[in-house]
């Protein structure tokens, strides 16, 4: 099965600060790959499906890149609400697999 | 606007079984591959098991296969999974999630999820 492996486990930032977080595939999954916001108590919601499309409502500060086996989540200016889990997800091959999670927390 | 709504959570002792529900609305159930996906304690979420729309498709992951089983009621607009044999490592928060596309896909809705802890 495809591991994803996020990096970094942890990111501290102040709010207005861009985010970047990484997403590596131990095999190709083309482009294949979405990342899911998750804040505590609630279920994922996803934010970008392969690679670079921003899913319904989603604002434009999150964008999406990569292919292959590295990907690459951005959020341009990080706001209150922006400070959650999020996880990288392959549709690559099965089993659709998810990555271990990065939580961006406020420094 | 779509819902989904999972039920059926419990403390189970292992080898107990156990059957989760989940109640779909907003759109046609019958359009649509439905999943589970679960979350255990502080890790990243675990595809579980896929139902094509008429149900006559199945997959699941390795870690289930052979003691999970979905379904769905397109009638009812319901999926539901059958979870016996249960370990404690099954214990979880367990999520239905609407296919965004045939096939290999993403989940563009998800439930709230239910709880389901083995324990002896």
């Known amino acids: 099965e495809v591991v994803l492996t996020q990096s970094p486990a942890t990111l501290s930032l102040s709010p207005g600060e861009r985010a970047t977080l990484s997403c590596r595939a131990s095999?190709?999954?083309?482009?294949?790959l979405a990342w899911y916001q998750q804040r505590p108590g609630q279920a994922p919601r996803l934010l970008i499906y392969d690679s670079s499309n921003r899913a319904t409502d989603i604002p434009a500060r999150f964008s999406g890149s990569g292919s292959g086996t590295d990907f690459t989540l951005t959020i341009s200016s990080l706001e209150p609400e922006d400070f959650a889990v999020y996880y990288c997800?392959?549709?690559?091959?099965?089993?659709?697999?998810f990555g271990g999670g990065t939580k961006v927390e406020i420094k | 606007q779509v819902q989904l709504v999972e039920s059926g959570g419990a403390v189970v002792q292992p080898g107990r079984s156990l059957r989760l529900s989940c109640a779909t609305s907003g759109f046609t159930l019958s359009n649509h591959a439905m999943h589970w996906v679960r979350q255990a304690p502080g890790k990243g979420p675990e595809w579980l098991a896929l139902?094509?729309?008429?149900?006559?498709?199945?997959k699941y992951a390795d870690s289930v296969k052979a003691r999970f089983t979905i379904s769905r009621d397109n009638s009812k607009n319901r999926v539901y999974l059958q979870m016996n044999s249960l370990r404690l490592d099954d214990t979880a928060v367990y999520y239905c999630?609407?296919?965004?596309?045939?096939?290999?896909?993403?989940?563009?809705?998800w439930g709230q999820g239910t709880l389901v802890t083995v324990s002896s």
């Open positions: 139902t094509s729309y008429d149900g006559k498709n199945t």
């Open positions: 999630a609407k296919a965004f596309i045939v096939g290999p896909t993403f989940f563009d809705y």
């Open positions: 095999e190709s999954v083309s482009g294949y």
């Open positions: 997800q392959q549709r690559g091959s099965w089993p659709l697999t």
